[in-house]
């Protein structure tokens, strides 16, 4: 599959992207000298330029700088919120599956009504639960979209279930373990990084969206929501602060769509 895609000039195209993007957040203090917390008052609102890339903020801080730090926290806990999602996913969606019974409808019942309910609205009504906080952002992201990968992974089991080498190694006394690891999960897993690359886009935009809320992470922290949510107080006299944050989400959110588009394409 791998192959076929770096076939594909988009899809190289958002590899090539996303691959700077997460170097530029990895080798931040290399990148960039200056503090993505410190900033001067007489620094603040300055036009970009050679010593300040992007211009800087309100406090005087470097733009560029907080943009590239912002990769570290954006990305880190969207990853931070997917690993514990594909693993419940994969954990419900395998023994649902395999097992079925009545254990398999209890579940997928309530996976069926919790999945019923818009997904933000849902996020939202966990946050006013638990309180305001990434770390509420990242369990309530978790609660809401592991049901989608239950439900997608139950759906692959059953139909692998019934394949001739499935039943002889069943027969042979398998253990279900090692048929899951040999066998089910080998197979069901070009679908499950369709999945993955898909949502890795939508938890980006979800968690940006709670912290331009104020409902995620919180300043002086640098995030692209954050950042987004303390340009808009001066949206009306310096607007292009919103830009370089504004951009950096819509590329990172569009270069994971194509590049799961063409996963799927070549699955």
Known sequence: M???VLKDKV????????????????????????NPLEGSITQKFKSPSFEHLLGTDYMGRDTFTRLIYGVRTTLLLSIVTMIPTILIGLAVGLFAGYFRGIVDEVLMRFCDVMMSFPSQVMILAIIGALGIGIKNVIIANIAVKWMWYARMIRGNVIRQSDRNYILFSKTIGARTFYIFRKHIIPMIMPELIVLITLDMGWLILSISTLSFLGLGVQAPTPEWGAMLNEAKNVIGTKPEQMIA???????????????????????
């Not at 590899?15 to 931040?28: E, Q, V, W, Y």
């Not at 944050?245 to 699955?267: H, Q, R």
Request: contains cysteine; glycine residues 6%.
């Open 11 to 34: 899809a190289l195209v958002c590899l090539i992207i996303l691959a700077l993007i997460i170097l530029m957040g990895i080798f931040a203090p290399f990148v960039s000298t200056y």
């Open 245 to 267: 944050p504004g951009l950096a989400i819509v590329i990172t959110v569009a270069a994971f769509n194509l590049l799961g588009d063409s996963f799927k394409d070549n699955k």
């Open 2 to 4: 791998l192959k076929k």
